[in-house]
Structures are given as C-alpha cells and as structure tokens.
C-alpha cells in the first residue's frame, strides 16, 4: 500500500489554466506538508497542515490554495498558471511530535505549464 | 530559522570507492537532523536521521552520518559505493519546536564503473 499518494503524476497545462492536485497519506498522520522543487532540484516548503489547520505559510503566491477536508487529505489548488510555476510538486506527511522527527514523501507531481 | 548548505554540488566517484557528502548546519536551538535520498524521477526517502543520542548513526545499505555539534556539520558517509547509489542527496534540518523541514541545495552522485 502507498503510503503517501499523489495525483496525477504528471500534469501539463496551458498557461492561465486552474488545475489540482490531490494528496491523501495512509499513515495516520497528523501533519502534512506541499513542497515545490525547482529545475535546480531545490526544495522549499509551501505549507503545512497539522489536524487540517494550517500551520507553516510561506511566501507563496495567493494563486496557490491548500485544502485539507480531513487529516488524511491535504490538495493543493493553483489558479492562473504561470509558466514559473513548473515544477515538480510533493506531497508529504509526518507524525506530529512538534517537529517533523521524519517525513514521507508522495512520489511527487510533475508540473508543465506551456 | 534554520538553514542548511550543501558544501558539493556534484560528487563522481568510481564504483567501490568510497564517497562524502558534507552538510552544514545553521540554527540557534537544538535541531534535528537528516539525510534523504531521492533516485531519478521518483520522491525522497529517508536515509538515516540525528534525533538524539549516538551522534553516529547508521542506514541499512552501508551509509553512515555523524553528527558535530561543534562544527554544526552532518557529514554523509559511505565506504564502498555501488552503481545503484547514483541519486541526489538532501540533507535537511527541523529545529526541535517548529513544524519545517528545511532542505539544503542537495548533491548529485554519480557512480562510475
């Protein structure tokens, strides 16, 4: 069973477009976490949610919005894609010991904006 | 706020030879401290994790990490690698009362026959 899953796996898409992608990890965890990483391979926390409230909210254009309908579940929305948004986006979850002692990441969102 | 450098980029070694990984470390409260890996085109897994106790620590396929407080560094280890150990590597810090992990810039490994 995966752990933490990620839909789809690849996404392309014209550029204005809105689109989702959704999370959902198996684990019981309680917090969960969007991550975006670059051409250049660098990572940069998006958000976190820990019990669906929203805990870490870096600065990241109000295009994106997470949602968390239940523990389980964190998607990530984006309205008007821009071209900068291509990326491949992870999913991930940790349990919640007031620090993320080890998280486990969705094999991650390939995203296209053309 | 935490931070974490990556002294390598990129890291060649031959097949069998061994390799290291240096990570640096900023932070002004205790922390702790990772190393993922992530094979091409797929996510991160974790490799070994500093939560507390030993400062060495080890993985199950030959890795090991050390961490020193005094010089702020967890250095990544390996004393024979394979072709299969071609990967980059992130190694990435959690200050013990905050919510986010913080990546360093990640090094590409490249194992060579």
């Known amino acids: 069973d995966t752990a933490v899953s990620q839909t789809p796996k690849y996404l392309v898409t014209q550029m204005g477009n809105d689109k989702s992608i959704k999370c959902e990890q198996n684990l019981g965890h309680d917090t969960m976490y969007w991550y975006k990483q670059d051409s250049k391979k660098f990572l940069k926390i998006m958000f976190s949610y820990n019990n669906k409230e929203l805990i870490i909210n870096e600065t990241v254009p109000n295009r994106f919005s997470p949602k968390s309908p239940d523990k389980a579940h964190l998607n990530l929305h984006i309205n008007s894609l821009e071209l900068g948004d291509s990326a491949v986006y992870f999913c991930a979850s940790s349990p919640y010991t007031g620090s993320p002692t080890e998280a486990f990441f969705g094999q991650g969102t390939r995203l296209t904006v053309v | 706020a935490q931070s974490v450098t990556q002294l390598d980029s990129q890291v060649p070694v031959f097949e069998e030879a061994p390799v290291e990984l240096r990570c640096n470390y900023s932070s002004s409260v205790s922390v702790y401290l990772f190393w993922y890996v992530q094979y091409p085109n797929q996510g991160l897994q974790l490799l070994l994790k500093?939560?507390?106790?030993?400062?060495l620590v080890e993985s199950i396929n030959g890795f090991e990490a050390e961490f020193n407080k005094s010089q702020t560094s967890f250095h990544l280890r390996k004393p024979s690698v394979h072709i299969s150990d071609t990967a980059e590597y992130f190694c990435a810090v959690s200050e013990v009362t905050d919510y986010k992990l913080s990546f360093g810039a990640g090094t590409t490994v490249t194992v060579r026959a």
């Open positions: 500093y939560l507390s106790g030993s400062t």
